[in-house]
C-alpha cells in the first residue's frame, strides 16, 4: 500500500481499536480485512485518497471476492471489517458520511440449533478424565470441568493463574478475552473440588504452594496448556468414553452446551450474556428468549456429577 492517506487511516483505526480494549488478533483481523480493501482501490481503482472512495467500489469489491471463489461466510466478514473501518472513519470526521450505511449484507442462512452436549455425556468424558486418564488426569479433568462449568472461551480458561481462583469463596477471577475485562464468576462445588485436587496435587508434587502467578493448566516445561493440547485433551477423552456425535468435540461445544442448558433451566439472556462473557446479547438469539425467570446464581440449575465420577471409580475398582 502506497497512499500515505490510507496507510494512517489504518493505523489509526488499528490503534483506536486496541485502545477500545480489543484483542490484538481481532484488530489484527480487521485491520489485515482494511488493508487488502485499500491495496484493492488502489491497484484496481487507481484510487488513493478517502475522498474518491465510492459506495460502488465496495460492492465491486465485494463481486471480485466471489469470482475468485471466497467462501460467503468469508465474505461476510470481511464486509464487517469494512463496515467497522467506514464507521469509524465517519465518526472521526475522515469521512463526511459512513459509506457501509448504505450497504446490505445478505445474512446467509444459519442453524438455529447449536451443536451441544447432555450433561450427561459433558460429565461422562470428564469422570473418564479424572479416572481413566493418564498421570496428568486431575489436571484434564479440572480443564475439562471448568468449560462444562464456566462456559468460557477456549482461551480463558488456558490463561487462568492460581491467583484467580479463590476456594474459600467460590469465585473464579476470569480474565475476558475480547474485551481486556475480569469477571468474579460463582463456581460450582463440583468443579471447586475437582480444582482443589489438582492444586494439592501440584502442591504436593513441587513440595510447595504454587505460586499465584503460576498457570494453573500446565503443559510441558511448566508452561501454560497450549490451545493445541486443550483441543487434543477433549477428542481424547470424548472418544474414551464413547461419546460419539456429528461434530467434533470441542472447548466451544462445552461452551455452546453450557448455554444451552442455561436457557433451557430458564435463566434470562442478559443473565447469560454476563456469565459466559457475550458482548452483544443478539449472539444469544439462538439459546434463548427473554424469560420471566430471574436467578442470581446460574450455577445452582447445573446437577451434580458426584454419581458419574464413584461409578467410574467403582468400575475402575478404585
Not at 482501490?41 to 465491486?60: A, H
Not at 475522515?94 to 457501509?100: A, G, I
Not at 475476558?176 to 480444582?195: A, H, M, N, W
Request: aromatic residues 12%.
Amino acid at each position: 500500500m502506497k497512499s500515505k492517506e490510507f496507510m494512517e487511516s489504518l493505523v489509526f483505526f488499528r490503534n483506536t481499536q486496541m485502545g477500545e480494549g480489543l484483542r490484538k488478533s481481532t484488530v489484527s483481523a480487521y485491520g489485515s480485512d482494511v488493508e487488502k480493501f485499500l491495496i484493492f482501490l488502489e491497484e484496481e481503482r487507481k484510487i488513493s485518497s478517502l475522498e474518491k472512495i465510492k459506495f460502488q467500489y465496495i460492492t465491486i469489491y465485494r463481486d471480485s471476492l466471489l469470482k475468485k471463489g471466497f467462501k460467503l461466510t468469508t465474505i461476510d466478514r470481511k464486509m464487517n471489517s469494512l463496515s467497522k473501518y467506514f464507521t469509524f472513519l465517519a465518526d472521526n470526521g475522515l469521512l463526511e458520511v459512513n459509506l457501509m450505511g448504505r450497504f446490505k449484507q445478505k445474512k446467509q442462512p444459519t442453524d438455529k440449533s447449536p451443536h451441544f452436549l447432555t450433561f450427561d455425556e459433558m460429565y461422562q468424558i470428564i469422570a473418564t478424565a479424572k479416572c481413566e486418564g493418564d498421570v496428568n488426569a486431575n489436571r484434564d479433568a479440572a480443564l475439562l470441568a471448568t468449560y462444562a462449568f464456566i462456559g468460557c472461551r477456549r482461551e480463558e480458561a488456558a490463561n487462568l493463574t492460581w491467583g484467580q481462583i479463590n476456594f474459600e469463596r467460590k469465585t473464579l477471577l476470569l480474565k475476558r478475552t475480547k474485551v481486556s475485562s475480569y469477571d468474579t464468576l460463582k463456581i460450582k462445588d463440583d468443579l471447586c473440588t475437582l480444582l482443589m485436587d489438582y492444586y494439592l496435587e501440584c502442591m504436593h508434587c513441587q513440595s510447595k504452594y504454587p505460586k499465584p502467578n503460576a498457570p494453573v493448566f500446565c503443559g510441558e516445561k511448566g508452561l501454560k496448556i497450549s490451545l493445541k493440547t486443550v483441543n487434543r485433551l477433549f477428542l481424547k477423552y470424548a472418544k474414551l468414553a464413547g461419546i460419539q456425535q456429528e461434530f467434533s468435540i470441542t472447548p466451544h461445544i462445552f461452551r455452546n452446551s453450557f448455554c444451552t442448558h442455561l436457557a433451557v433451566a430458564g435463566h434470562s439472556i442478559i443473565e447469560i450474556a454476563e456469565y459466559t462473557g457475550h458482548k452483544d446479547i443478539k449472539t444469544l438469539s439462538k439459546y434463548i428468549k427473554l424469560s420471566v425467570n430471574q436467578y442470581k446464581d446460574v450455577t445452582k440449575s447445573m446437577p451434580s456429577m458426584q454419581g458419574y465420577l464413584s461409578g467410574r471409580q467403582s468400575a475402575q475398582g478404585i
